[in-house]
T-cell receptor, first 119, second 115 residues
Framework: DAMVIQNPRYQVTQFGKPVTLSCSQT?????MYWYQQKSSQAPKLLFH???????NEADTPDNFQSRRPNTSFCFLDIRSPGLGDAAMYLC??????????????????FGPGTRLTVL | AQTVTQSQPEMSVQEAETVTLSCTYD???????LFWYKQPPSRQMILVIR??????QNATENRFSVNFQKAAKSFSLKISDSQLGDTAMYFC????????????FGTGTSLTVIP
């Protein structure tokens, strides 16, 4: 089945130690997103890629970076994790809206998430 | 800017009963999409139902239906014949029609179905 895969599901890192979370998709969607979700809160969009075009949210800290080497993979790099960065990180994908403007298929498909613990 | 408000942080319903989750939003856009997503405990977020703003007819997916009131900017979710598997966090989401399909989520409603 086509899907969004996130590895690892659980990641433990130390304060200040760089960490990378990965996301892959078999849906061939051209848009990929990274969200941060803290306990009992709504997902907060960090950034998204439209094809190779990177779009950062205005309030995303510089500590968070992303890479998308190809259509299938997208990485979230946290350069110096702080205790406040402990959260669930969700990856999502969607199709190009211009093609499916008035039809189905413009929803976002989510991966299972990576729960990050910062010690 | 778009804002999405879910005023019920927690709700409960007896199994087989009907429950309605509320959602309001604020936007100056005329054309957009609205979604309800379900996030079960420790499981991934999945789409429940969607509504295109240009459609007046309320969307329905099996036991799930919406009451979309565009003028009032209201988008409530009704779950009929509630089942134990419906226990989850429910998020209302607004999507602008622009490049990138950016979503704006509400703060969520935690629904518990009681046996």
């Amino acid at each position: 089945d086509a899907m969004v895969i996130q590895n690892p599901r659980y990641q433990v890192t130390q304060f200040g130690k760089p960490v990378t979370l990965s996301c892959s998709q078999t849906l061939n969607h051209n848009v990929m997103y990274w969200y941060q979700q803290k306990s009992s809160q709504a997902p907060k969009l960090l950034f998204h890629y439209y094809d190779k075009d990177f779009n950062n949210e205005a309030d995303t800290p510089d500590n968070f970076q992303s890479r998308r080497p190809n259509t299938s993979f997208c990485f979230l790099d946290i350069r110096s994790p702080g205790l406040g960065d402990a959260a669930m990180y969700l990856c999502a994908t969607s199709r190009d809206l211009r093609i499916f403007r008035q039809g189905r298929g413009n929803e976002q498909f989510f991966g299972p998430g990576t729960r990050l613990t910062v010690l | 800017a778009q804002t999405v408000t879910q005023s019920q942080p927690e709700m409960s319903v007896q199994e087989a009963e009907t429950v309605t989750l509320s959602c309001t939003y604020d936007t100056s856009e005329n054309n957009y999409y609205l979604f309800w997503y379900k996030q079960p405990p420790s499981r991934q977020m999945i789409l429940v139902i969607r509504q295109e703003a240009y459609k007046q007819q309320n969307a329905t997916e099996n036991r799930f239906s919406v009451n979309f009131q565009k003028a009032a900017k209201s988008f409530s979710l009704k779950i009929s014949d509630s089942q134990l598997g419906d226990t989850a966090m429910y998020f209302c989401a607004f999507m602008k029609l622009n490049t990138g399909n950016q979503f704006y989520f509400g703060t969520g409603t935690s629904l518990t179905v009681i046996p």
